[in-house]
């Protein structure tokens, strides 16, 4: 019943399974590994934790750019290329995507596009999409708007969002 060869395709099997799982576990220590350290010793982590960030000092925070001061340099161009970025979610052929088209969005009333089932806090906006506030919209949308569904983190450039509100006045 038990000749050499079934033998040794056991004893090859074994081996191989103990062969795969030494690589296996070397691949994982080299990704996942501590380095230098060993595991008795205190090591650093391998990923950085959360902390929270420390005021910046006044001279270090960040200057606040209105509307006005980028408007005037604003280039519709460079804004279409900046819609690259809101192509995922916005379309400007008058239909909705996952977020509602922006045809004709400066000036409109926001939760107004017929169609799109916005959120509780967009419909609660009483302020038109005035250059001025998609400006303070763009920059960070979910704090201007709270509750809003957009997902987007914003667009921290002053002129990327000057130049998008350019393009965005360009749509009809």
């Keep these: 019943m038990f ?5 040794t395709k056991i004893v090859g099997a074994v081996c191989g399974a ?5 690589f296996g576990a070397w691949a994982a220590s080299s990704i996942y590994g501590l380095g230098e350290a060993g595991h008795g010793e205190h090591a650093k982590a391998v990923y950085p934790a959360a902390v929270e960030a420390e005021e910046a000092p006044a001279e270090e925070a960040a200057v606040k750019v209105a509307y006005a001061d980028v408007a005037g340099a604003a280039d519709a161009a460079a ?12 379309k400007i052929d008058g239909t909705d995507g996952t977020g509602p088209h922006l045809n004709g969005v400066v000036g409109r009333q926001p939760g107004a596009a017929a ?14 999409w005035t250059p001025e506030h998609l400006y303070a919209f763009l920059e960070n949308p ?31």
Excluded: Q, W
């Design 18 to 22: 103990l062969l795969f799982f030494l």
């Design 115 to 128: 169609g799109y089932g916005y959120s509780d806090a967009m419909k609660a906006v009483t302020e038109a």
């Design 79 to 90: 804004g279409e290329k900046v819609f690259g970025k809101c192509k995922s979610c916005h």
């Design 3 to 7: 000749d050499t060869m079934t033998m």
């Design 142 to 172: 979910k704090k201007v708007v709270v509750g809003t569904k957009m997902g987007f983190a914003g667009l921290p450039k002053p002129e990327d969002r000057a130049n998008l509100i350019a393009y965005l006045e360009t749509l009809k």
